[in-house]
């Protein structure tokens, strides 16, 4: 069954440095999807991407994140100036279509550890 | 706001007990409703789903019935097993929206 991956599976980085994370979406899908957990916490929307653009995003997804699909088959998740509080799991998602109903599969998340 | 709410984990079971997990929700519109499972040190997988009002969601012996009347989606299973032991997410999307709106998880333990 295809599936949804992701690398790392864990990244170390220190407070200020730049992290960018990959997922490659199951290949039919056209919707890509990034969430976080942070530990202990619920899993929260950050941003939804599709036709090559942010079709919608959350309070979360400031100005310090950016999201791309750099080739036909990645997407990334970049955040410029790593802070503490973005310790979290990032799960990366895809969909064969949007709004209403149609199922998001996820990939296992990156662990992301802020020092 | 449209938001989901889960029972309080860790859920103890023996195996071959009977399951229910309960989750309600509060949204503004008709929902579709999710369950997802998260085994140790995995992602999330979808578990079932339904779509609209009395629809039941089935898989591997587990299902939960869309209840617009009291706004639930509780997940049960007749015989739980020891594989099952994971954690329980309970979520929603809307028609107009995107994102899925997740519960806190519940963890399931199942003991031998």
């Known amino acids: 069954e295809p599936e949804v991956t992701q690398t790392p599976s864990h990244q170390v980085t220190q407070m200020g440095q730049e992290v960018i994370l990959r997922c490659v979406p199951i290949s039919n899908h056209l919707y890509f999807y990034w969430y976080r957990q942070i530990l202990g916490q619920k899993v929260e929307f950050l941003v939804s991407?599709?036709?090559?653009?942010?079709?919608?995003k959350s309070e979360i997804f400031d100005d310090q994140f950016s999201v791309e699909r750099p080739d036909g088959s990645n997407f990334t998740l970049k955040i410029r100036s790593t802070k503490l509080e973005d310790s979290a799991m990032y799960f990366c998602a895809s969909s064969m279509e949007g709004q209403g109903g149609q199922p998001q599969h996820f990939g296992d998340g990156t662990r992301l550890s802020i020092l | 706001g449209n938001s989901v709410t889960q029972m309080e984990g860790p859920v103890t079971l023996s195996e071959e007990a009977f399951l229910t997990i309960n989750c309600t929700y509060t949204a503004t519109g008709y929902p579709s409703l999710f369950w997802y499972v998260q085994y140790p040190g995995e992602g999330l997988q979808l578990l079932l789903k339904a779509t609209k009002a009395d629809d039941k969601g089935s898989n591997k012996g587990f299902e939960a019935t869309y209840r617009k009347e009291t706004t639930s989606f509780h997940l049960e299973k007749g015989s739980v097993q020891v594989s099952d032991s994971a954690v329980y997410f309970c979520a929603l999307t809307l028609w107009d929206t995107d994102k899925l709106i997740f519960g806190t998880g519940t963890r399931l333990q199942v003991f031998p």
């Open positions: 991407f599709y036709n090559n653009e942010i079709s919608e």
